[in-house]
């Protein structure tokens, strides 16, 4: 039967194009629910945004943990994909500024959700592999802003993208360490970013 | 019997003033032998040089790791101690910084120690009291420290003391998470610190 034969090599692609889309189609809602609500963030009505089923949703994330850890990993590297364009638009020579704030951003949000999880009882996944990869991510994103910003003369001329890297996980390991219960650990962060910016950029784009 | 009647009262002090010095001599010992040997340095040999027998240094410290804890909490209480006659001394306009050089020298050996001894399997007796106890000390040194430095107008005027202890521990656990096998630590958190300090003084009393 000549149409079996030509659809047959043709159906594992098509599912795995509508996995593909499935999963986009979850995250997308995921985020937009994780904003809303964060940590509460209702599975069933991501799922319902999304327009899967809960099985759909809970086949390709089996856990709340799994789904939170690929919506913010997903976050990272879309802010570390855009740093490259970011970094050579003619008009932004406080792009690294403006990437290191959005990770501080992003990474205090993490740590919180990750937070509230850790509190409901769930585990991370593999918070040493999550750890490493990120930081990889950072790190490659954070040379080619260094290096544009050294070219730009922003920036003090001895300084190392692994050295800002080092300087953006202290922030927020230290945030997330120290307890100051009376603070906001995202207006924390972004004043201790500020102190280490005014010892590293010559000119200060943007104000505080 | 008089005699006997008059030692019996004190005797129990005795026994404790005998404890203390036994303590402080088994601390002096093993801060000899801990700088020349690190986390290799030998209990016996501590003992030894300490003038008590093993059984009296495992009386006092039933581990090795509670040998190292005391040390290094001991030392950290030292620094911090000496901050405040650091701070008032006339011709210290940089007793912060030097205060600052010091505690991450110390917190970047202790944790380096620390991280040697749990490969050999040993466990921290109770990591988030020693982490509570020490940031508590820490803190209170370095309100000491940048008052006096507000006073004298070294540090840019908004900078406030926990924010100084953010970045201080920031900068340790950054060095402890991020792995770079070709840099010292000591050398990579002095680096750090040099970078943030640039930031917060607003004239260098020592170059680096």
Redesign the interface.
Known sequence: VPVESASTPAAPRRRRADAERNIQRILEAADEVVRRDGADASVEEIARLAGVGSATLYRHFPSRMALMEALFSGRMEALCAGARELAHQADADDALEVWLRAMVSHLIEAQGMLAALTMQGVVESDPEDN?ASG?AIALEAAEELVEEALHREVI?AD?RA??V???L???C???D??R?PELQPDR?AE??LD??????LLQRATGS
């Open positions: 750890f930081l003090r300084i692994h050295e890297v080092d300087l996980v202290g922030v390991m230290a945030v360490r120290v100051h924390r004043r201790l102190l280490i910016l005014d010892g590293l």
